[in-house]
């Protein structure tokens, strides 16, 4: 039989941001009956009390708060930001696997400049710093662009090899960065490494966020 409770949960699963500022006790339980009870009532196909609502909404949150409690995790961890970085997202082709060695010529990887190259079935994204970008474009002449993003950041938290083992680490990262309405265009993550790629006009809110997360481990 479907009850309040069950649809109550089934909502509050489907609306992930909801699950955030319930976890931390800072919601309006009274408001955020009145915003799904329509639903509530149409799945039900009978009215219901608001009370009953929030009392469902109250009871879930035990189990919202176990799911969103931090990670049991050392993120005491060096904050490494390199700025002027581009993302070139490229379609897969036997010819453009061939081109990409030749990209590792370029960079120069002594003076910590960068070069990610991440493969997907169909797809494959060049991450690097923005002055290479016109020497890679014409080695990848030829190739089908999907999308170039340039003015972009990369931040990197470097780990001991434990964050491989440890269920939620990147989860718990990522959850902080789109708490502050942060969008990631990449992920790169090596044994040791977790990077994200960000656009420059949230490369302090991000650098923020994960000084946060160290400095709230080191208390």
């Not at 009370?51 to 904050?79: C, G, P, Q």
């Not at 959850?175 to 960000?198: G, K, Q, Y």
Request: hydrophobic letters at 40%.
């Amino acid at each position: 039989m479907v009850t309040i409770s069950h649809i109550v949960q089934k909502l509050v699963d489907d609306k992930i941001f909801i699950q955030e500022p319930m976890s931390k006790g800072i919601v309006s339980y009274g408001s955020l009956a009145e915003q799904i009870k329509p639903e509530i009532e149409k799945e039900l196909g009978k009215k219901v009390k608001t009370h009953a609502i929030v009392m469902a909404l109250r009871r879930y949150t035990d189990t919202i708060k176990e799911k969103h409690k931090d990670v049991n995790f050392d993120y005491s961890s060096e904050i490494i930001l390199k700025t002027d970085v581009c993302d070139i997202a490229l379609r897969r082709s036997s010819s453009l696997l061939k081109k990409l060695k030749s990209l590792y010529d370029v960079v120069d990887f002594e003076k910590g400049d960068i070069l990610n190259i991440i493969h997907g079935g169909h797809e494959v994204s060049v991450v690097t710093n923005d002055r290479y970008r016109e020497k890679l474009l014409s080695i990848l002449k030829g190739e089908k662009i999907l999308n170039l993003e340039k003015n972009l950041i990369c931040l990197t938290l470097t780990y001991s090899k434990n964050y491989l083992y440890t269920p939620g680490v990147i989860y718990n990262v990522v959850r902080n960065l789109a708490w502050e309405n942060i969008n990631i265009f990449e992920i790169v993550s090596t044994n040791t490494e977790l990077t994200f790629i960000l656009h420059k006009k949230d490369a302090v809110k991000g650098y923020n966020v994960l000084e946060r997360l160290v400095e709230k481990n080191k208390a």
